[in-house]
T-cell receptor
Framework: GALVYQYPRRTICKSGTSMRMECQAV??????VAWYRQSPQKTFELIAL?????????EQNFTQEKFPISHPNLSFSSMTVLNAYLEDRGLYLC??????????FGKGTRLTVV | GDSVTQKQGQVTLSEDDFLFINCTYS??????LLWYVQYLGQGPQLLLK?????NKGISRGFEATYDKGTTSFHLQKASVQESDSAVYFC????????????FGAGTRLKVIA
């Protein structure tokens, strides 16, 4: 079956430092990968969408300078939270799909900033 | 832009009660409507989806009807169990290929045995 793994599951970083999280698709080719953030008491916000052979598209309020994303092949994507501060804490979700099929979500990386 | 509204932040029921979670949406497109369930410590899992207006999606005893007239996609279940306790998110995605999912705020369901 199709699965999406994210790691680490939880991480703590000091304020002002950076943290990289990874997303691995298993059982299908992730032609598109979307990164979402679920902040405390909030719903999922789309950060950016990465599609193979297309430029990564960032949503309003999210920038490449703050959340650089790599999508080097059809099974892997990573995102870094640069210069993390308290407002960056939350659950970061990776959602991947092949073509126009269903999106499969990982279990998320929970970021705590201290 | 597209939006999804879930008015109920939390619903508390007893086992075997009827569940109704409100969801309305706004869009200028012809979206697919979905319900996701997120259990504690997990990512969201697809519960059911409906691609075409006026159709009903059914999964694991849950059902939702894509009502284009009232722009609603309410989630129902005839008899809830304690294991249904989770957060339920209503979502829409445009059928245009850009696959931007728009999620509602979520409704936390607590079922008491």
């Amino acid at each position: 079956g199709a699965l999406v793994y994210q790691y680490p599951r939880r991480t703590i970083c000091k304020s002002g430092t950076s943290m990289r999280m990874e997303c691995q698709a298993v059982g299908f080719q992730a032609t598109s990968v979307a990164w979402y953030r679920q902040s405390p008491q909030k719903t999922f916000e789309l950060i950016a969408l990465s599609t193979v052979n297309s430029a990564i598209k960032y949503e309003q309020n999210f920038t490449q300078e703050k959340f650089p994303i790599s999508h080097p092949n059809l099974s892997f994507s990573s995102m870094t939270v640069l210069n993390a501060y308290l407002e960056d804490r939350g659950l970061y979700l990776c959602g991947a799909r092949q073509g126009n099929t269903e999106v499969f979500f990982g279990k998320g990386t929970r970021l705590t900033v201290v | 832009g597209d939006s999804v509204t879930q008015k109920q932040g939390q619903v508390t029921l007893s086992e075997d009660d009827f569940l109704f979670i409100n969801c309305t949406y706004s869009t200028t497109t012809y979206p697919t409507l979905l319900w996701y369930v997120q259990y504690l410590g997990q990512g969201p899992q697809l519960l059911l989806k409906v691609t075409t207006a006026n159709n009903k999606g059914i999964s694991r005893g849950f059902e939702a009807t894509y009502d284009k007239g009232t722009t609603s996609f309410h989630l129902q279940k005839a008899s809830v169990q304690e294991s249904d306790s989770a957060v339920y998110f209503c979502a829409l995605v445009e059928n245009t290929g850009n696959y931007k999912y728009v999620f509602g705020a979520g409704t936390r369901l607590k079922v008491i045995a």
